[in-house]
């Protein structure tokens, strides 16, 4: 997956300011519903990019998919096996609620543990400076 951008600071690790898209077609009037606008990211810079240079980002799209993958999929399932376990084992529905509730705050922990551990495979890295 490949991202434009332009640089904000620069080093080995540059940060840098994307645009995001809309899901309306940039037609923002009929969808009421936008939330385009700047991210900044960080983004492993091999190619030497200096501030205020037009860059490209990319992350693998297999990296962007697993990712995806772990922070969508993964809680969802949580969700439904909690839920599943706790109403077959005839628990309330309050102590399906707080159980269910505390599945998740661990599902969410160690999604954020994982992504600090293997965050160098997810790296978003700059590949080519435009102008």
Do not use: Q, W
Request: charged content about 20%; some cysteine.
């Amino acid at each position: 997956m490949r991202k434009r951008g332009i640089v904000k600071t620069a080093g080995n690790m540059a940060e840098v300011s994307i645009i995001r898209e809309t899901a309306c077609g940039e037609n923002c009037a009929n969808c009421g519903g936008c939330v385009a606008g700047e991210t900044v990211i960080r983004a492993e810079n091999t190619v030497g990019a200096k501030v205020g240079d037009k860059v490209v980002l990319e992350i693998p799209d297999r990296a962007a998919l697993g990712a995806a993958s772990i922070a969508y999929i993964l809680p969802i399932a949580v969700l439904l096996i909690s839920i599943t376990v706790t109403s077959l084992c005839g628990v309330s529905e309050g102590g399906s609620a707080l159980f269910t509730l505390a599945a998740l705050a661990l599902c969410f922990l160690a999604v954020r543990a994982f992504a600090k551990r293997k965050g160098e495979h997810f790296a978003v890295r700059i590949v080519e400076i435009l102008y």
